[in-house]
């Protein structure tokens, strides 16, 4: 099989969401997935997705979320990205529970889902230039 890619960018709307999940699955649907595989990356990209519109952009509805994703062979890698207010420490980000929005009762358990579901899960970001967040996951070999 031929590398593939593909990239969309969207508004930071909430309701764009499930359109990132949507569109993100349709592209990976031709590794032949299982249902298992498929909710996985659906629900990584999710999260990240969220975490662009609410932490990196406040909520503002006026930004851009962009992403790309890419397969070769049996791997997908998905990037998610925004040019929001970027993560201060990744290192606290990434501990389950935290969240820089308590008062919007968030879980604090996004990238430990993305680590969860996803094979593997890289984090870079700048103090008011935004984040990026690169998640790999192998699949299964098609039959």
Same mark, same amino acid.
């Given at each position: 099989m031929n590398d593939n890619i593909m990239k969309i960018e969207f508004l930071s709307? /909430? !309701?764009?969401?499930s359109f990132a999940r949507v569109a993100v699955a349709a592209f990976v649907s031709q590794?032949?997935? #299982? %249902?298992?595989?498929?909710t996985d990356v659906k629900t990584a990209v999710s999260e990240a997705v969220t975490n662009a519109i609410i932490h990196g952009y406040n909520s503002r509805d006026d930004e851009m979320v962009y992403i790309e994703a /890419? =397969?070769?062979? #049996? +791997? +997908? #890698? =998905?990037? %998610? !990205?925004?040019n929001g207010t970027g =993560?201060?420490? %990744?290192?606290?980000?990434?501990q389950p529970l935290y969240t820089s929005r308590p008062d919007l009762e968030r879980s604090g358990m996004g990238f430990t889902v993305m680590e969860t579901f996803m094979d593997s899960l890289e984090v870079f970001s700048e103090k008011n230039k935004g984040t990026k967040v690169i998640m790999k996951k192998k699949f299964l070999s098609l039959n």
């Open positions: 709307k /909430s !309701q764009n969401e590794l032949d997935p #299982t %249902i298992e595989e498929l /890419s =397969i070769k062979e #049996t +791997v +997908v #890698t =998905i990037m %998610i !990205q925004d =993560i201060e420490d %990744i290192n606290l980000a990434r």
